[in-house]
């Protein structure tokens, strides 16, 4: 996994679990990416409604 795929899953952009599917990283042991897609998953999609 890289840093781009990592900071996509912590700012909610994409679920681990996509990555995994398309073969884009490795699970080393089992249910790691489930459990760390629940870990960082919110129901909500991010939202900065602050104008600059």
């Known amino acids: 996994m890289d840093v781009a795929q990592l900071g996509g899953a912590y700012l909610g952009e994409t679920r681990l679990s996509a990555h995994a599917d398309a ?5 080393h042991h089992s249910g790691a990416v489930a459990a760390l897609d629940t870990a960082m998953g919110w129901p909500r999609s991010p939202l ?5």
């Open 23 to 27: 073969g884009q990283l490795t699970e």
């Open 48 to 52: 900065c409604s602050t104008d600059f």
